[in-house]
């Protein structure tokens, strides 16, 4: 019941015409009762360019703080629209928060009340939060790229596409838990679950024996520009925007209808709601598009081997699939997975220019990150691979033991270098402040050298808590050169 009253209440414009209308009327009959209209003809000329002028300022006042403007046309902007407000003349007033437009009942169309997408078609204003951008334009064209602040927008100018300028994820493939592992590979999935069909079909591939392996990937990808560019710290870039926004699919929603129920035209269905999603989910197709060319690449038992091995032919593919979506130019691969090398016989891999990531600059997106979730493959070949695996644990257990153990030794080895080379570097550092050609005798050198092995001991905490003994036997040595050269004893 609250509902209803408050969809037939007057609106705030029209409660403030019968405010003045009233004043206007309790006006008139004082001063007809003060010697009637004609006596007072004078003091209400006078008291109508007092009051008008009065209204006047206070509007240009109150105009100064009723939206976040700086700049001396944006206020004068505000003004106008104000004015324009009184007089019924305005357009939408739009807030446009996190990538999502919040627009009042009252800024709907009256003509087209029935759609949802057609706003008011006047001079008005757009307020952009700080991870908001929006493409303004008109019905034959694209006029400007705009973020987060204040934006005016003249007649005939609507938003035609807004961007959310935090780090955006996308997944795409089959989610959810043992049921949705039941349910995928049914042979009526199709008609039970077209949901669960569609996403299956999203992201399958097919490797070299043609066996089907569906992945859920996670994109993870943002606007092309830098955080803390644009005036805001999530980062705007209009040339971003604008690529981001004019580069979405040109295909009419389904749900985008006018109000007798036939299909909207081209300016209300493209910027629908679901039209402006479209830009999200351009990264994830490009990902599964290069996850599929490289699952033919390699077959079944290459992807999910039964021994250890040290190339792992799933990470590769990752790889690839992050390589070609963030970076210009990536190696290449042949049709079996092998890498292939430059043709001038120098034995480099052959590194293209990437087509994905081509794709991705010209529509305004960057990709941060790519992974796999999940994988997914028929019960009959996952069934078979557990049990060859259980059958080969405790070789995969040997080999992968044997691996680690290769790791450990290199590692160990590699330690030892690097702590020979830091001592070297930390005896010989005082030998270095010395100047060149100075001839050493060796009980000087002796003594440098020392010095150089003390400090080393007493430079680092832990260190000098293990070196103790040592740290004694090299003040000894000290104390042993210097008294040998007190004495004139050759050394």
């Given at each position: 019941?609250?509902?209803k009253?408050?969809?037939h209440?007057?609106s705030p414009?029209v ?8 004043a206007?009327v309790?006006?008139l009959?004082i ?6 209209l004609?006596h007072n ?5 006078i ?5 008008g002028?009065g209204f006047l300022?206070?509007l ?13 046309r944006?206020?004068f902007?505000?003004f106008?629209?104000l ?9 939408p007033?739009i807030?446009?928060d996190?990538g999502?437009v919040?627009v009042?009942r ?6 087209n ?6 706003l008011k078609r006047?001079?008005?204003v757009?307020i952009?939060?700080?991870a908001?951008?929006?493409m303004i334009?008109?019905p034959?064209?694209f006029?400007r790229a705009?973020?987060?602040?204040v934006?005016?927008?003249q007649?005939?100018e ?8 935090h780090?955006q ?5 089959p989610t959810?838990?043992k049921?949705?592992?039941d ?6 999935v199709?008609?039970t679950n ?12 097919f490797?070299?024996?043609?066996i ?8 993870t990808f943002?606007l092309?520009t830098?955080p803390?560019r644009?005036g ?12 981001a926004i004019?580069g ?10 006018t109000?007798?129920g ?6 209300q269905?493209h910027d ?6 479209e830009?999200?989910l351009?990264?994830a197709?490009?990902a599964?598009?290069i996850w599929?060319?490289?699952?033919g ?5 290459e ?11 799933l990470?590769?593919?990752q790889?690839?699939i ?11 691969h042949?049709e ?8 001038d016989g120098?034995g480099?891999p052959?590194?293209v220019?990437s087509?994905?990531?081509?794709i991705?600059r010209s529509?305004g997106?960057?990709?941060?990150d790519?992974?796999f979730l999940?994988?997914r ?6 069934s078979?691979?557990?049990e060859r695996?259980?059958?080969s644990w405790?070789?995969?257990a ?6 680690v ?8 080895e590699?330690?030892?270098?690097n702590?020979?080379?830091e001592y070297?570097m930390?005896?010989?550092?005082k030998l ?5 050609g100075?001839p050493?005798?060796?009980k000087d050198l ?8 003390l400090?080393?001991?007493k430079?680092?905490?832990?260190v000098q808590?293990?070196t103790?003994?040592?740290s004694?036997?090299?003040l000894?040595?000290i104390?042993w050169?210097?008294k040998s050269d007190?004495?004139g004893q050759?050394?």
């Open positions: 019941m609250r509902r009253n408050a969809k209440s007057p414009l409660k403030l015409y019968l405010l003045i209308f009233g206007l309790v006006y009959i001063k007809t009762l003060s010697g009637g004609q003809a004078m003091s209400m000329l008291d109508a360019l007092l009051c002028m300022g206070w240009i006042f109150f105009a100064q703080f009723t939206l976040p403007v700086k700049s001396s944006d206020r902007l505000s106008e629209r004015v324009q407000y009184l007089l019924g003349g305005h357009g007033a807030f446009v996190n999502q919040r009042s009252t800024e709907r169309s009256k003509k009340g029935k759609n949802p997408e057609v006047g001079p008005g757009v952009l939060d700080s908001s951008a929006a334009r008109t034959v064209e006029k705009v973020g987060p602040g934006e005016f927008t007649v005939n609507y938003i035609g596409g807004t961007i959310d300028l780090v994820k996308v997944t795409i493939g959810g838990g049921k949705v592992n349910d995928l590979f049914k042979e009526d199709e008609t077209p949901g669960l069909f569609r996403s299956r079909l999203d992201s399958r591939g490797t070299r024996d043609n089907e392996i569906i992945p859920t990937l996670r994109v943002r092309d830098i803390g644009g805001t710290a999530f980062g705007y870039d209009a040339t971003a925007v604008k690529n004019i979405r699919p040109v295909h009419s929603p389904e749900t985008a209808t109000s007798d036939s299909p909207a035209p081209r300016t269905a629908s709601a679901e039209a402006q999603q830009w999200r351009l990264p197709y490009l599964v598009d599929r060319e490289y699952a690449k390699f077959t079944f038992s992807l999910f081997p039964f021994t250890y091995k040290e190339d792992n032919y990470k590769l593919i790889t690839m992050s390589d070609r979506l963030m970076e210009r130019l990536t190696i290449q042949d079996h997975g092998n890498l292939m090398t430059a043709a120098s480099s052959l590194q220019e087509r994905e990531f081509t991705l529509r997106l960057r990709v941060l790519v992974r999940n994988i493959m028929p019960p009959t070949v996952e078979q691979l557990v695996w259980k059958a405790l070789l995969r040997n080999q992968e033991s044997e691996a153990e290769a790791r450990r030794n290199l590692m160990i590699l330690g030892k270098q702590g020979t080379r070297a930390r005896v010989t550092q270095g402040t010395q100047p060149l100075r050493w005798a060796g002796a003594k440098l050298l020392v010095n150089g092995s400090g080393a001991c430079r680092d905490s832990q808590k293990l103790v003994d040592e004694r036997q090299l000894a040595l104390n050169l210097e007190d004495a050759p050394t």
